[in-house]
């Protein structure tokens, strides 16, 4: 009987003391969250949820960029917090001070489609806003923060960007149409870019992109400062 009684004590403490790690979830973490890059700066979480589906409660505590890759009707609902529906849009863009305000939540698919997110977690430590180098008149700047900086680019049907050394990293996410992307002027290591795929440019190469011949294309474009 005393052998039963103590491994019912371990078994209460190993509860006990787990607890609070699994009510602590992660988005890195979270089944749902697939890490597709990690480097120095950032982390980069491809969110993908069947319709019908629902995520495990997790936490958001990094500052963050997300970026929506489809129109679909999503609910999401903090931990004590009311349910709230509402609609994506593939190409919206938008910063999140996780890192200031901590998010515990779930998010679940409300539609009969795909929901389709990225989620891109900011790793290294920064003080203050640094100047944006990408000054092409077709790209829109969104916003700038102390880690990053943030531009959409619509590119018509065989439109080009060029952009000549980059003096910072930047990361090109396309949420429309499809692109043919050149790094340093190798045309023939050329790769095409579609809805739903991303292209990771250290410094110091020169790229151009073009929009494909008949769906053109939409890109977000981050630029991560040093």
């Keep these: 009987m005393r052998q039963v009684f103590k491994c019912l004590v371990s078994l209460f403490i190993f509860f006990v003391l787990h607890k609070p790690c699994s009510a602590q979830l992660q988005a890195a973490m979270e089944p749902r969250h697939k890490t597709v890059l990690e480097n120095d700066y950032l982390r980069i979480l491809d969110v993908n949820i069947l ?50 305000h901590p998010v515990y939540h779930r998010v679940w698919n409300d539609d009969t489609i795909f929901f389709h997110v990225m989620d891109i ?12 180098t990408m000054n092409d008149k077709a790209i829109l700047p969104i916003f700038s923060e102390k880690l990053v900086s943030a531009f959409k680019w619509k590119a018509g049907r065989g439109k080009s960007i060029r ?12 949420y429309s149409g499809s692109a043919k992307a050149i790094i340093n002027d190798a045309a023939e290591e050329a790769i095409t870019l579609s809805a739903g795929k991303f292209w990771w440019v250290n ?3 020169t790229i151009q992109l073009t929009g494909d011949d008949n769906t053109g294309a939409g890109f977000v ?4 400062n040093p």
């Excluded at 977690?121 to 944006?132: C, T, Y």
Aim: glycine share 8%; charged share 20%; proline share 5%.
């Design 51 to 100: 319709p019908g589906d629902t995520t495990f409660l997790h936490r958001h505590t990094l500052p963050s960029v997300v970026v929506v890759l489809s129109n679909t009707k999503v609910g999401m609902r903090a931990q004590g917090g009311q349910a709230v529906i509402s609609k994506s849009e593939a190409g919206s863009v938008s910063y999140a001070a996780y890192d200031e």
């Design 121 to 132: 977690e900011l790793l290294r430590n920064g003080a203050k806003v640094a100047p944006q």
């Design 163 to 174: 952009k000549k050394a980059s003096v910072r990293p930047l990361l090109f996410i396309c």
């Design 203 to 205: 410094t110091g190469n």
């Design 221 to 224: 474009i981050l630029e991560l």
